[in-house]
């Protein structure tokens, strides 16, 4: 099943986070997406361009109802012609399925 037909499940302290295998098999499917460390755990983030703020702050806004309808919400970073996302699990401080899953629903966003 594609990442963006799925939900997210509720994360607690004790949720596993994403294996290397489980990285390899969900990384392709959302590959602009960069992993990152900040402060010792992972993330997901991408930039996304835009031709002015009007377009960055509609897009941060649909990523916003996206995150609250699943549950799940990011770090949003909007900027004149950008909108910074960043997605981790904060519950186990780093990467779940979660993640991913919603990394792709925002490429879903992006590309409406």
Known sequence: MQLT????????KDAPRVTK????????????????DVDGQ????RIYKFP??????A???KVG???EAEGHHPALLTEW???TVTWWTHAISGLHRNDFI???KTDQIAAT
Do not use: Y
């Not at 990285?23 to 499917?29: D, K």
């Open 102 to 104: 919603m990394a792709a």
């Open 21 to 36: 295998e489980d990285i390899a098999e969900l990384h392709p499917q959302v590959p602009d997406w960069q992993i990152i």
């Open 59 to 61: 897009f941060t806004n």
């Open 52 to 57: 002015d703020f009007v377009s960055a702050i």
């Open 5 to 12: 037909e799925q939900k997210c499940t509720a994360c607690h």
């Open 42 to 45: 992972s993330r997901l983030e």
């Open 81 to 83: 012609g950008k909108v």
């Open 65 to 67: 109802e996206a995150a």
